[in-house]
């Protein structure tokens, strides 16, 4: 794991939680450069849990951000981790092409 990870992974979504609610709960702890929430907002299928990644400014938000683990969230307990950054080179790899 990257000690220097601007982004969070956070699990155990309620199905009915917005990303629009997930960037007003983690603003409140630093700046959000990017968040992401699968399945997103629009998603046709049918949902049971939900994964949301949040890109912070700082990396010191992603530590403060991990004390929300086990807070619950609409009808939820939160599971709040870093997610290391995967290199944009590495990512593009044609090892890792399909």
Known sequence: MNSNTHVIQV???SPSTTSEQMR???GFLGTIEELK???PDDSPLPVTSRVCFVKFL???????SQHL????FV????????FAEV???FAESPFLAG
């Not at 700082?58 to 403060?64: H, K, L, M, N, T």
């Not at 683990?69 to 619950?72: D, G, K, P």
């Not at 009808?75 to 870093?82: F, G, M, Q, S, T």
């Open 87 to 89: 290199d944009k080179s």
């Open 75 to 82: 009808d939820r307990a939160l599971i709040v981790v870093p």
């Open 69 to 72: 683990t086990n807070t619950v």
């Open 37 to 39: 929430l699968f399945p």
């Open 24 to 26: 007003t709960l983690f």
């Open 58 to 64: 700082e990396a010191e938000s992603v530590g403060v």
């Open 11 to 13: 699990t155990n979504v």
